[in-house]
């Protein structure tokens, strides 16, 4: 204590020691974020060098050509939208309506850890597979052929097991006692769910929606194994007409050898991007915008 | 069997526990015969007998863990939410056994309301939360019908003056007192005639919970309230009865002055002059 210090000699030494790997550890996270963010970054700048003296009015609303420069990207912007909209209305209501069984009604059985496992499963199956289901059951099972709804109806398969785990955990964050105060008033279990703890729920339902639906705009592979077209030449008109999609388009405008469609490819991918950054400011909006309304 | 009254008078098991005998001038409310719980395979009561009786406030008092709030719980059969829990017994209500066959949990909660330990409040409007029960019981024909009961359940809980002017506020920016007694509101919304308490005011400050206990006072005129408290003197302030448990069992049960001055059984009094618990 007489030379200013609270503690032995040894004891300081021990806690300095740690409080250099703490600085250590701090420098060693910020520099692994730096590098993550700085390739990232590194990356879109290169896209858009590449691509943003192709973006133009004309593009967005034109369609495929053979000359790169008179090529827009309307037919696939409008298919992207049409079959997330398609998807969306198909694995929303499904999922939402499977978590809420899943969580609030099915009893702890063998038969529900099964199906359990079976959803967290199928989170993890490659895309691809999807796909194959995709062509095998809608378009020729079903006979959908290659339209927007066989293409809307594979990628809602592949986003369901996303929408239903994600709607799980906002159902399974709602307060016990929000259910409890309403049991205690009389109601039954469908007037708590819908009433009470479907609202509380709802920012995490709509987020998690958001980020499926977010991962199924990006997707190719299943869509190309359905056979939907990497050339048309005007937007879908309906739910059976033949579609393609930004992340197809912008493959095919890659692997071509003529040097201007790679600039279209760029453009494409900024198009493709700022779709994302939308649905994702879309998410947060709504769910900020309900849990003011909650509080 | 009939009248649940005569029932209480011929209950050896309380006599033999030498509880007073309290005075009975009507026939009691509630009557639980021989109850046993379980949760899962722990048990949590054994062998609850007691008659409750109607318009007074009857306190369950015991050391944490004791099964007062699972018995409380049990009378308007909330523990069902729970899964793998058993109830062996009965429990009477105005003489219909709650957990026969055929009887509506809805109907039985709307009969036997409850308050909670934690206010719950629902993320809504003040007015909707009492709406709330009117609502999905379809106790409200018209709006304004629904106002004038919102109104006066919110006067019944002494909430009236102080939320009047912003009805449609959150009911969350209230304070915890308030939120409490909106929950009681709330509860008297959908005219119960039981209003079960549990500890309703340990997370309150002493003059909020003072309220609560003036509330309690008035509220026994028209209801049958029973609190489950871990605070004595809230039990002595507040209760015409008290039941003691222990260890889930019902211990000693009787007027609350004699419980509190002089108990039949060595445990109760050593419980209420503070020598364990």
Redesign the interface.
């Known amino acids: 204590m007489t030379n200013g210090q609270l503690l032995d000699g040894g004891a300081q030494r021990a806690i300095n020691r740690r409080r250099y790997l703490d600085v250590l550890f701090q420098a060693l996270a910020l520099l692994i974020l730096c590098l993550a963010l700085g390739s990232l970054a590194a990356l879109i700048a290169d896209v858009w060098s590449d691509g943003f003296s192709r973006l133009s009015w004309a593009f967005l609303s034109g369609f495929p050509s053979r000359r790169a420069a008179d090529a827009g990207i309307w037919h696939a912007l409008s298919g992207s939208m049409f079959v997330i909209l398609v998807t969306g209305a198909l694995a929303v209501p499904v999922g939402v309506a499977s978590a809420v069984y899943l969580e609030e009604y099915a009893r702890r059985s063998l038969m529900a850890r099964i199906i359990e496992i079976n959803i967290t499963n199928l989170a993890a199956v490659p895309s691809i597979i999807y796909g194959l289901l995709g062509l095998g059951l809608f378009v020729r099972a079903m006979g959908m052929g290659r339209s927007v709804l066989a293409g809307a109806s594979t990628l809602a398969l592949l986003v369901l097991p996303v929408i239903i785990l994600s709607t799980r955990e906002a159902l399974r964050a709602v307060p016990p006692s929000i259910r409890e105060g309403s049991y205690a008033l009389g109601a039954s279990k469908w007037q708590t769910v819908w009433y009470q703890v479907l609202p509380v729920a709802l920012p995490g339902i709509l987020t998690g929606m958001i980020l499926a639906l977010s991962r199924a705009i990006g997707e190719t592979a299943p869509l190309i194994s359905i056979g939907a077209l990497t050339f048309v030449a005007f937007a879908p008109d309906g739910l059976w007409s033949p579609f393609t999609v930004l992340p197809i388009q912008i493959f095919n405008w890659v692997s071509r050898p003529q040097v201007e469609f790679q600039a279209n490819a760029a453009a494409g991918i900024l198009v493709l991007l700022a779709l994302l950054l939308t649905m994702n400011a879309a998410a947060i909006w709504l769910r900020d915008h309900y849990q003011k309304k909650l509080t | 069997m009939s009248d649940p009254g005569a029932r209480l008078l011929s209950l050896g098991g309380l006599a033999t526990r030498g509880g007073p005998q309290p005075a009975i001038d009507r026939p009691v409310k509630v009557q639980a015969d021989a109850l046993n719980f379980s949760y899962g395979t722990t048990r949590a009561l054994t062998d609850i007998s007691i008659g409750i009786h109607p318009n007074v406030v009857t306190a369950f008092i015991g050391p944490s863990g004791c099964g007062k709030s699972t018995f409380l719980r049990t009378l308007?059969r909330?523990n069902d939410?729970i899964?793998g829990t058993r109830v062996e017994g009965k429990i009477l209500i105005d003489g219909t056994d709650i957990y026969g066959p055929g009887i509506d949990v809805?109907?039985l909660?709307?009969r036997v309301?409850?308050v909670?330990q934690?206010s719950?409040?629902?993320?809504k409007s003040i007015f909707d939360n009492i709406a709330?029960?009117l609502r999905?019981?379809g106790m409200a024909g018209s709006r304004s019908e629904l106002a004038e009961r919102v109104e006066e359940s919110l006067r019944q809980a002494a909430l009236w003056d102080e939320v009047k002017d912003r009805l449609q506020d959150?009911a969350?920016?209230m304070s915890g007192g308030q939120q409490q007694r909106l929950?009681i509101a709330?509860?008297l919304a959908?005219r119960p005639d039981i209003l079960l308490m549990d500890e309703p005011a340990s997370a309150l400050d002493p003059i909020a919970t003072q309220r609560i206990e003036e509330l309690v006072y008035d509220l026994k005129k028209t209801y049958t309230i029973v609190i489950v408290t871990h605070n004595m003197q809230q039990a002595a302030r507040v209760s015409d009865f008290t039941a003691f448990f222990w260890l889930g069992r019902l211990v000693e049960y009787g007027r609350t002055d004699k419980m509190f001055t002089a108990p039949a059984e060595k445990l109760t009094e050593d419980y209420v002059t503070g020598r364990f618990g």
Do not use: D, E, Q, T
């Open positions: 308007n909330m939410i899964p809805v109907a909660r709307r309301g409850m909670f934690k719950n409040p629902f993320p709330y029960g999905i019981n959150s969350l920016a929950c709330r509860a959908v």
